[in-house]
């Protein structure tokens, strides 16, 4: 019964936001943890932070939002991490684990066999017909490249996310 409680708690915030902005961004800091999963219907991934804290995915369309908590559980940052400003953050020598961390899943994987890399694909929101691509060797687990690409989907005229 706790969990629905607050639940139910967070629903006026939300939905006094959901018009606007996808939910995670109106999250207040100093939510918690548990709130956010149940609000949120489940990241789509976690990872520990330093110190004990965590990072919740959060994935809905072209948008990524990635939720900090401190190690009691409370939200200190929340911000949607499929943009430039994260994209530059990523480069050669960074771990696939680090790059999901930064800016999430990927939307599409292709493999390159003879050059053994696999190839993440990210659609964003400003990106139309565009998007971020990450190279990444599939003997070390490495960033090779990273870069904008041309979107297939915009040769098949959909517009998929």
């Not at 520990?48 to 965590?54: H, R, S, T």
């Not at 953050?89 to 999430?104: H, K």
Request: some cysteine; charged content about 20%.
């Amino acid at each position: 019964m706790h969990f629905v409680t607050r639940a139910a708690a967070c629903v006026p915030l939300l939905l006094g936001a959901a018009c606007s902005s996808f939910a995670p961004a109106a999250l207040p800091p100093g939510s918690s943890i548990a709130d956010a999963r149940a609000v949120f219907a489940g990241p789509a991934a976690e990872f520990a932070l330093p110190e004990g804290g965590k990072r919740l995915e959060f994935r809905r369309g072209r948008q990524t939002w990635m939720l900090d908590f401190d190690a009691a559980g409370t939200l200190t940052k929340s911000e949607q991490v499929l943009d430039e400003a994260h994209f530059a953050t990523v480069g050669p020598g960074l771990s696939a684990d680090e790059v999901r961390m930064r800016i999430g899943a990927p939307v599409e994987t292709f493999p390159v066999g003879w050059q053994r890399l696999v190839v993440w694909n990210y659609r964003w929101w400003q990106g139309d017909c565009v998007w971020y691509q990450v190279s990444i060797s599939r003997d070390t687990g490495l960033v090779t490249d990273a870069g904008y690409g041309s979107d297939p989907a915009c040769s098949r005229g959909s517009s998929r996310d």
